[in-house]
């Protein structure tokens, strides 16, 4: 049997009630003439299920507005889902709300490494205090053992001791990155989540903090939930990687068979998008159209309709599942190719 | 060779800050030829958009141009006066920005914003312009155009901005395009389109093209010739196939080895030690790239050859790798 994962996300879903459109008189003419009406719902993450296993690296990737950052912040317990269960080593999170898990000690459990440093870093912290800030609240160290702890960590993510009493703006962009991530694990968690954590550097920098992140999960044992719309990174640094289409996981699998062999057509259009030297631009599979409403979309429709190539009439009929084939390669396709043999 | 579209030669740039004065480009020299599509690539902080923006005479006010010439056909664009500089801007060079949403006028329907343009620089009579505006959305890829020509930049996707920025640019058919990392921030299926446009726009109207950029493999797919910069130099030229096969310059070998690319591997990806001087110093070495360099020589203080900016290859370096080929 296989083992048990760090991280089990079951059919968890988030949706969001969007105010009524028309005026207040228009609404109550169209309610007495139809009767009550539900208001519409933005559906941000619909149905998601995946799993981590210890030390695993799994990438997310999707275009902007696809739900990535919804599901990140759900498996983060930052926000609340609508339905579904996040449990970490069998142990259930979803049973407490957002709040009240921010103040218990499994808080530390899960981490989180934000977009831009230089955005989500207080600005009045110097980088001391915005490494010693978690370990303060979540793990209680105070006075020479939280010095000791802050320069430990601040050694382990190459951060020189001398940088620590300057503020983030008076640091470089890899710098930051280091503080971000100096910061997230210093309270040592079992998973870390990486929102982006390369997009706003350069790429002689990004190369050190992604060697930098591999060789602290090979160190600490971490598992990683790495967030990218790059999909050379993702590459770079996962195991396993899950592609998600307008609130849904429409692929999922093995990296190096997902990037050889993409099963899920729009998994193909946006490897084929990838900028490549050797191929000339013409050859290259174009998505035609914007990315589908998320409001109130049809249930029995796939999402990717309108901008699917291979799109029938079968796609409006029936939503297809997620179904993997035979070397844990799925694919949400009623047309999936047999991927990797 | 054919007649340079813009020729850039020994411009030097300041900016007079608080801090001290940022020597931000020194003696940077390059062309583009007609019809031609080059790649401006290094990273941030070495002189990219600076460039672009003393081209277009839209340098900040603390800025001051200290020497060089950039010449579009017989007109010294840095030492135009502000009339004859709003003729050019527009009508001759067109410039696309990173961040479309911004620089969109926000309170403007979009095909308003076309129609200016149209107006101003195209010769078109008040009455057609409404029109010809819809037209030129449809030119680039916007379904229900006439919708869309009434909407403000608020109410379209990433995508959708950078389609009506290119419209707006293409509007006067200039005879050169600036584009300032015109998808940074957007999705690669998004990315892929709006280069496609610009290129087949390019194409269709001969149009020269300059390309700035961070990303090194977007370059590689979508430019006839690369010109690198670092930190206010441009220390390599040569057109793309063979600045890949053959990199000369160590900083432009380094930038390549720390490109991940569709088969590399973590283990294979070389990180640049060290990061760019700082520009204020009152002394800065006639290499800025000396510091970084694994290649470094006692001859690096000397200064750097100067860089002819009407060839097609440029090397700024004492030091450079072999060359492959027989020259």
């Known amino acids: 049997m296989k083992p048990e994962p760090l991280l089990d996300v079951a059919e968890i879903s988030k949706r969001y009630v969007l105010k009524p459109q028309g005026s207040p008189v228009t609404r109550l003419i169209r309610r007495l ?68 898990f921010a103040t218990e000690p499994e808080r530390v459990k899960i981490q989180m490494v934000f977009q831009d440093a230089g955005e989500s870093i207080n600005p009045r912290f110097s980088a001391f205090e915005a490494i010693a800030d ?104 996962c195991d396993r990687v899950l592609v998600m289409y307008l609130g849904k996981i429409v692929e999922s699998g093995p990296a190096e068979a997902v990037f050889a062999h993409p099963r899920h057509p729009y998994t193909k259009a946006l490897i084929a998008a990838l900028p490549d030297a050797n191929r000339p631009a013409s050859e290259r599979i174009r998505l035609s159209g914007e990315i589908a409403s998320p409001v109130d979309p049809d249930p029995n429709t796939c999402r990717f309709v309108g901008r699917c190539p291979r799109a029938e009439a079968k796609c409006r009929q029936a939503m297809p599942r997620l179904e993997a084939n035979s070397s844990g390669q799925a694919a949400a396709c009623h047309f999936a190719l047999p991927g990797k043999s | 060779m054919a007649a340079p579209a813009l020729l850039v030669e020994d411009v030097s740039v300041e900016f007079r800050t608080r801090a001290g004065t940022v020597k931000a480009l020194d003696r940077v020299s390059f062309h583009v030829a007609k019809g031609e599509t080059i790649a401006v690539v290094g990273e941030s902080g070495s002189g990219k958009s600076v460039t672009a923006y003393a081209v277009m005479g839209i340098l900040d006010p603390a800025a001051r141009v200290t020497s060089g010439r950039a010449v579009l056909g017989g007109l010294d664009l840095l030492k135009a006066d502000r009339h004859t500089l709003a003729g050019v801007r527009g009508r001759e060079i ?8 911004t620089a969109l006028n926000p309170i403007r329907r979009v095909g308003d914003q076309i129609a200016d343009v149209l107006l101003r620089h195209a010769n078109v009579a008040p009455s057609t312009a409404p029109t010809k505006a819809v037209e030129l959305l449809e030119t680039v890829g916007i379904t229900d155009p006439a919708r869309r020509a009434k909407a403000y930049p608020f109410e379209l996707s990433g995508g959708m901005c950078q389609r009506v920025m290119i419209a707006i640019a293409l509007a006067a058919s200039p005879s050169l395009l600036i584009a300032d990392e ?4 957007l999705d690669v299926t998004t990315q892929a389109i709006i280069m496609d446009i610009i290129a087949e726009r390019a194409q269709a109207r001969g149009m020269a093209t300059i390309f700035i950029t ?54 294979d990806l070389r990180t640049i030690a060290g990061g760019p001087p700082d520009l204020r110093a009152a002394q800065l070495p006639a290499c800025r790239y000396s510091a970084r360099c694994p ?33």
């Open chain 2, 182 to 185: 015109p998808t940074t921030g």
């Open chain 1, 134 to 237: 978690p370990l303060r609240h979540l793990r209680g160290l105070k006075g020479d053992a939280l010095r000791t702890k802050v320069a430990e960590t601040a050694k382990r993510c190459g951060l020189p001791q001398e940088l620590l009493t300057r503020f983030s703006h008076q640091l470089s962009g890899g710098q930051r990155a280091r503080v971000g991530i100096a910061r997230a694990i210093a309270v040592e968690p079992e998973l870390l989540i990486l929102d982006e954590p390369t997009a706003a550097l350069d790429v002689s920098v990004q190369v050190v903090i992604l060697q930098l992140l591999e060789a602290l999960k090979r160190d600490l044992g971490m598992s990683y939930l790495f967030v990218s719309h790059d999909l050379n990174v993702v590459r770079l640094l």
């Open chain 2, 214 to 267: 961070h990303d090194l493999g977007l370059a590689a797919e979508r430019a006839d010739r690369i010109v690198v910069m670092n930190a206010g130099h441009v220390i390599e030229a040569q057109p793309t196939r063979e600045l890949f096969a053959n990199p000369r310059h160590p900083y432009t070998t380094a930038l390549i080895a720390a490109t991940p690319g569709p088969s590399s591997r973590l283990s």
């Open chain 2, 295 to 327: 290649r470094r020589l006692d001859d690096c203080a000397a200064p750097l050859p100067r860089i002819d900016a009407a060839k097609t290859h440029a090397l700024a370096c004492h030091n450079p790798l072999p060359t492959k080929y027989a020259a």
């Open chain 2, 94 to 101: 067109a410039m696309i920005f990173q961040n479309p949403r």
């Open chain 1, 33 to 100: 003439k139809k009767g009550p009406e539900a208001a519409p719902r933005l559906h941000a993450v619909d149905d998601v299920s995946f799993t981590i296993g210890r030390g695993e690296t799994v990438g997310l990737v999707g275009e902007s507005g696809c739900g990535k950052s919804t599901l990140v912040r759900l498996v983060a317990r930052l926000i609340d889902a609508n339905d579904g269960s996040i449990r970490l080593a069998g142990r259930e999170l979803t049973d407490r709300s957002a709040g009240r």
